[in-house]
């Protein structure tokens, strides 16, 4: 079983256009992390989230976690060929160290 | 400025020929990782590194060993690689607990086995 559910699992959209990709967990979330990955490169950090309802906003991306902390979502607001790529979130699931990421979404943006 | 190197790039190796790869950092953290990142599938971490303390995943094969000479290199040791290790190996590292602090990971190692 997945600890983290990302959906949808690819995206597919024109320039211009807003998308939601989301990131839920059966368990309490002790820190949320969004990364974005490009094919075959390392990941880059975008966005932590730690507390139930916090919001971060960076450029056109805004992410959030909910008051129960157990889901995230992650906007992206007129979207661009560069914010194309798999968009991961991560985070720790309990007190300890274990850290998992999701299963991973696929964006592509159309010119 | 890079903070997180990872060489090779790309490594090949035959089956059963033991393989290193290496990490280093320039960001003086207390944490480094190491995951394992199979074709489309999400990075799973393999074991990490607070400090000199060494923690190991509970379904990390035996196969994986891990060094941590100084506070900025690690390396990641695979005794006798099968075809399914095959994958792309990231290397991050954090000023803490991931809970806690992010992670900067490097652009990973490309092993491929033969």
């Known amino acids: 079983s997945q600890e983290l559910e990302q959906s949808p699992q690819s995206l597919i959209v024109q320039e211009g256009k807003n998308l939601t990709i989301n990131c839920t967990s059966s368990?309490?979330?002790?820190?949320l992390y969004w990364y974005k990955q490009k094919y075959g490169e390392g990941l880059i950090f975008l966005m932590m989230?730690?507390?139930?309802?916090e919001e971060k906003s960076h450029e056109k991306i805004t992410a959030k976690l909910d008051e129960k902390k157990q889901q995230s979502s992650l906007h992206i607001t007129a979207s661009q060929p560069s914010h194309a790529g798999i968009y991961l979130c991560?985070?720790?699931?309990?007190?300890?160290?274990?850290?998992?990421f999701g299963t991973g979404t696929s964006l592509t943006v159309i010119p | 400025d890079a903070m997180v190197i990872q060489n090779p790039r790309y490594q090949v190796t035959q089956f059963g020929k033991p393989v290193t790869l290496s990490c280093s950092q320039t960001l003086n953290h207390n944490v480094m990782y190491w995951y394992q990142q199979k074709s489309s599938q999400a990075p799973k971490l393999l074991f990490h590194y607070y400090d000199k303390d060494f923690n190991n995943e509970a379904d990390t094969p035996d196969n994986f060993q891990s060094r941590r000479p100084n506070t900025s290199f690690c390396f990641l040791d695979i005794r006798s690689p099968g075809l399914g290790d095959a994958a792309m190996y990231l290397c991050?590292?954090?000023?803490?607990?991931?809970?806690?602090?992010?992670?900067?990971f490097g652009p990973g190692t490309r092993l491929t086995v033969t």
């Open positions: 989230l730690q507390k139930g309802g």
């Open positions: 991050a590292t954090s000023r803490g607990l991931a809970g806690a602090y992010e992670q900067y």
């Open positions: 991560g985070a720790a699931l309990n007190t300890g160290n274990q850290f998992y």
């Open positions: 368990k309490t979330l002790y820190g």
